[in-house]
């Protein structure tokens, strides 16, 4: 009798430590419950060392014919674990956050960009953010043809930001498509300050994803103004430190200059819910918002108009977007950049590696990239004058390519991993691919992207477009997969002249 009681003691107290560890997880997503937290923390230290005595005592005792002591000393050694566990630091905190991305991981995404400020005579804020660190991306501009074939072609792009700022319909359709890229897992950054005018409601497909609603327009406020709602929110300070309130440039919009969105009802218990991050005032923390996120941060909404802030500060913003965003996705699909099993010695400079004549008009044979790569230059070089689609201006050496992989891992090419070099006033210049002209060759006769990871025995074609001096001879293209990041695997050098 006297053993049925202390493993009845022994069961209540187990029972104790599940309900405690409920109440845990539930004051774990209140910021404001710290005190209780530390309440529970010296129940549970308690609890551990009762249950220790009873281990003791229960080693002691002799094993009975079936076995009964045996298993209820396995369960209550388990049962004092968690509660060691529970209770192993005096203050809980929330999970921390997995490892920042580095930069290869950052310089290899996908990113699809629409930005609809490309057709007026405002500065792009949102490509010049991309450019000034370097990111690789596919620019649209204010192409919604474009737009969609990109969203529809296929690609798994790892982030794709709709800035529709100008007074232009956008919506409709392209919230079909965007919710279509979250599902898949990619990340989303949407600027649209009429969102509630969006073609055929479609607008909702977003806002119930991330458990928001439009709540009404922000239609000529006195003052523009609103304020961050969570001041440490990391979309704040990573990797620029965003100031307190963001200073006002000279009007170029009137009338509706926004949205303001409110957090659904049927998501403000969910801790994945959304986030407002700015609202007309600080302490409207679930309505009135102007700027949301969700999914964790994977998606970032933003009802406001960027050209009515001050440059400096919007393009910090939206930098912290963009990196906020990629850094969800990282997270949530743990992909990698894989690092070149090895390292080749570069080709000694004006050593060609393909055997048999120089390629002149030849150029249908491929050159080998010390058997790791064969490079081919599939059509004539083609020397052509502004690509004015993407404003795009200067004389362009374009050249079509096609790459194949010939080892058993795969490889990442980067944008910059390709050169033209050439002799201009007796010195040797060195060329690299223009991104929006490259990109629009892209756009006009999609291969493969000139920047991805090739698989084994993958065969890519590629087009690259050069930003060229046409006074300069001796034309040489140059390939050195790696050398972005310091991880150059070989080298390849095709003359392209006689």
Partial sequence: ????????????????????????????????????????????????????????????????????????????????????????????????????????????????????????????????ALDDLGYYY???????????????????????????????????????????QIVRGAGVVVENWDID????????????????????????????????????????????????????????????LGDLLEVDPRAANDPNGPIILASTNPDYKISNGMLASCLGGRVILQTFRTHEYQHDDMLHLWQNYIYQSLKAHLELTHQTVP??????????????????????????????????????????????????EHHAEGEFLILRLQLVNQTNFPIQVWDQDYFIEARLGGQTQEYSPHKAATGYLYIENSGSLSQDLFQPGSAARTALAFDIDPRATDWVFVFKPGSKFHEQVCEVRIPLTR
């Fill in 339 to 388: 690092t070149p099993v090895f390292t080749a010695q570069p080709t000694p400079a004006g050593s060609p590696t393909a055997p048999g004549p120089t390629p002149g008009p030849e150029y249908s044979i491929a050159h080998g990239c010390d058997g790791i790569f064969s490079v081919k230059v599939t059509d004539a070089p083609l020397f052509q004058k502004d690509l004015f």
């Fill in 197 to 256: 005018a969006a073609p055929s409601g479609k607008a909702g497909l977003l806002l119930n994803r991330c458990g928001l609603r439009f709540q009404a327009d922000w239609y000529m406020p006195e003052m523009r103004v609103f304020f961050w709602t969570l001041p440490d929110d990391p979309v704040f300070h990573e990797p620029n430190q965003i100031p307190a309130q963001l200073r006002n440039a000279a009007g170029l919009w009137t009338g509706d």
């Fill in 1 to 128: 009798m006297k053993m049925h009681k202390r493993w009845l003691t022994l069961c209540l107290l187990g029972i104790l430590v599940v309900l405690l560890s409920c109440n845990l997880l539930t004051y774990s997503q209140d910021r404001a419950v710290e005190s209780t937290l530390a309440s529970l923390h010296l129940q549970l230290t308690a609890l551990d060392q009762t249950l220790q005595v009873f281990t003791v005592e229960a080693r002691a005792e002799t094993s009975t014919p079936d076995g009964t002591l045996q298993s209820n000393l396995a369960t209550g050694t388990a049962v004092a674990g968690l509660a060691a566990t529970l209770s192993g630091s005096p203050t809980i905190t929330t999970t921390p956050s997995a490892p920042l991305p580095d930069q290869r991981q950052l310089q290899s995404a996908r990113i699809l960009l629409f930005e609809d400020m490309s057709a007026s005579r405002q500065i792009r804020i949102v490509k010049e």
């Fill in 138 to 180: 596919l620019d649209v501009g204010s192409a919604k043809g474009w737009f969609k074939t990109q969203l529809l072609s296929g690609v798994e792009w790892d982030l794709v930001i709709a800035a529709a700022e100008a007074e232009r319909e956008f919506g409709g359709e392209f919230y079909q498509y965007l919710d279509d």
